[in-house]
Structures are given as structure tokens and as C-alpha cells.
């Protein structure tokens, strides 16, 4: 009893220390200087249209590259809490007929699209953490439908490795190329026309090889769930 | 305004779910929910009157160079909470993940989802 009332007491006081951000909050008539900066920077310096895929590729570079490393901790937990022990089978069935039916026809779909949003990451709602966890639906569909799907972990290790490798590199050319400052800068690349799929410099590139980072990433998670998940 | 509320509303929730619950799995529910009030209030602080995506296609500049542009600027939220919330639920996604592979590790090894049954863990 007395537990309930300490909890009753903590999530009042928590909303009296939330209650005057809400009170005094008053939706803004315009954009502050900053975000409007981001807006037009993006059109003038970077030519993409989406102006949400600039600042998480570069303006905010910096942060999604921590983002990433997040991401990769957190999935690494994961296989570490749940390795494979050898020789115990998990007691899954396959799926139902029309599972198997509609995963065999949909996957492939799913993953294909999951590649047009990261590749169109910068001129569409879209990019590379979204196509990711498409990618990655995918695979949770195939790994739902039938036990003896395998993926290779080679492929998996190779592909999530080599993409983090290489958005590395590109941000480490910025510097190289164009100076001190130009980390993550993807103006390494030329800008292009406006609208059409190679524009905004590296900026595509970097948000593939983030998709297929996430993608692996995510992929991996849902098959040591899948394998460790069920009942022994 | 009525985002930002229900946001503050989903985080308190939250919090009592994972306070007050027994059940590992309901306590990762109530973190779910606590996660997604809290995304609700970022996008809700970057909210601007009759402001649309920030994705400036033809439609919004009307014409394919920056010569609009500050047309286009007065239309469209601020993009920055909206980068934020983005990465934050494949984060959110990837920490869930984890939680509940520690609930599996868990079962595995007391054979229950109490949290009263590990009382004796704490280190």
C-alpha cells in the first residue's frame, strides 16, 4: 500500500515539474533562425530537397554516426544475451500455406522497396533507417513463414561491417578533399541537377550504406530472437 | 497543444506502467509507451502553424530553382525535431530489442516473468 501512495506521490510531483512546459508552450507562428537557415542551406548549399535527410546526413552527421553506434551496441547485446547454444532446436512450426505463399511472393518486394527508399532518402520521405527496417521486415516475414530459413552470418557480418567502413571513409574524404572543417561534408561528390536521383553530392551513398548498416543490423536482431526465442 | 499534452500524458503512463507492473514483458511495454510519448512531444514542439513536411519538391517551390525560397520556408515545420524523432525509433526499436532478449535470458534462467523472483540478483 504504502508502495503505491510513494509511486502515487512521484508521478504527481513528475507532472507538476512538466505541467508549466506545457502551460507556457504556444505553437510558433514561424520557423526560428536556425531550422530556417536548415531549410534554404539545404536547397542553396546541398541541393536536396528533403530537409529532414540533410540534417541527419550533414548537418547533424556527426550525431547520426553516434546514432549508428547506438544502434550496433544495442544489437550486439542482443547476441551476446542470446547465443546459440549448440544442438538446441527451437519447437517453431513452419507457418500456414498462405504465409509461406505470400512471403515467398512479398519478401522479395518488400527488400526491393527498402532499397528505393534509402536510394531515394533525399528527394522523398524516405531514407536510410526507414529502408533499413523495411529490409529487415523482410526477412522477419521469410523467417516467419518456414524454420529452415538460414541466412548466411558471414553475408550479414560482411555487409554491416563494411557499410559502417565505408560511411567512415567518406566522412573521413571530406576532410581530405576539402579541409578541416569538412567532415561528413558531401559535397564531396558533384551536387547534380535538382530532383533527380544522383543529386546532393554523397548524400544518397552515405544513406545506402547506412539502409544496408541498419538493415543487417535489424536482420540480425530478429534472427537471434527467432532462433533463441522460443520455448526449449 | 493537444500533442504535447497527450505526449506528457503517454510518458506518465509510462512510467506508471513500468512502476507498478509485476510482468518483465509489461514493464517493456510501459517503456515502449514511455518512448513514444516522448517522441510525440518532440515532434509536437517542432510543430509550426499550418506548417507541412519539410520536403521541398516542385509543389512546394513552384519553381525548380531557389528563387521562391523564402516562400517555401514560411510553409514547412521545423526540421530539425523531425530528424531527431527519426533516428530515435530505430534506437527505440533496437533498445526494445534488447530489453526483451533480457526477459528471454531471464525465463531462461528462473523460469518466470515476476520480477519479485529475482529480488535476490540486485549486485
Redesign the interface.
Known sequence: MIK?IL?FI??VG??WL?WP??KD????????S???Q???G???DLNS????TS??VTY?GL??LG?VT??FL??A??GF??KKKSGSRSQRRDGSEILQSGAGFLAPLIMLFGVYVFTHGH???G?G??G??LIASGVLLMVMASTSFRFSHLLIQLTESLSGIAYVIIAILGVILLGANHFLDPRILPLGN??SLFSAGAIPVIYSFLGLK?GA??SA?IE??SA??GEE | MIMLVSGFLLVLIGIWAMLTRKNIIRIIIGFSILDTGIHLIIVAVGFVKGGTAPILDNALLRVPTSVDLSAAVSRVVDPLPSALVLTAIVIGLAVTALLLSFAIRLHKYGRSLDIDVYEEQKW
Open positions: 503505491y509511486i512521484a508521478l513528475l507532472a512538466l512546459l506545457t508552450f504556444s505553437t510558433p507562428e514561424q520557423l526560428n536556425i531550422a530556417s536548415y531549410v534554404s539545404s536547397v542553396t530537397p528533403n530537409v529532414v540534417i541527419v547533424r550525431d547520426t546514432e547506438v544502434l544495442a544489437t547485446g542482443v544475451l542470446l528527394l522523398s520521405p531514407g533507417f526507414q533499413g527496417v535538382w530532383l541498419v543490423e535489424l536482431v537471434s530472437l533463441d526465442g
